[in-house]
Nanobody
Framework: QVQLVESGGGLVQAGGSLRLSCAAS????????MGWFRQAAGKEREFVAA????????YSADSVKGRFTISRDNTKNTVLLQMSSLKPEDTAVYYC?????????????????WGQGTQVTVAS
């Protein structure tokens, strides 16, 4: 069983930056691909970014390319999402997810474990 705890959300002005962190416990962290997803009020959960078990492969949604960067530290069982040039449309609850395989995927249905989420609000 894997437990995931997100942190780092908050209120930021448009154009600002935030760094989200997800701490994992249980299992062998490097064997899991990790993903970030978000869900805005009244909308479906959507893919943001994913990273392979080794960290060698990353994949980001077109809407965040060039602005968000996903990374991981397998020595600290942590995955990060560095967000910059934030826009009001980035406002959402951001979720960390783990998949019990090393390969990345943008589909939320293949992720086995989810955190509780952290709110990101971008003010215009």
């Amino acid at each position: 069983q894997v437990q995931l705890v997100e942190s780092g959300g908050g209120l930021v002005q448009a154009g600002g930056s935030l760094r989200l962190s997800c701490a994992a416990s249980g299992g062998t962290f490097s064997r899991y691909a990790m993903g970030w997803f978000r869900q805005a009020a009244g909308k479906e959960r959507e893919f943001v970014a994913a990273i392979s078990g080794s960290g060698g492969t990353t994949y980001s949604a077109d809407s965040v390319k060039g602005r968000f960067t996903i990374s991981r530290d397998n020595t600290k069982n942590t995955v990060l999402l560095q967000m910059s040039s934030l826009k009001p449309e980035d406002t959402a609850v951001y979720y960390c997810a783990a998949r019990t395989t090393v390969a990345v995927s943008p589909s939320p249905t293949v992720y086995n474990y989810w955190g509780q989420g952290t709110q990101v609000t971008v003010a215009s």
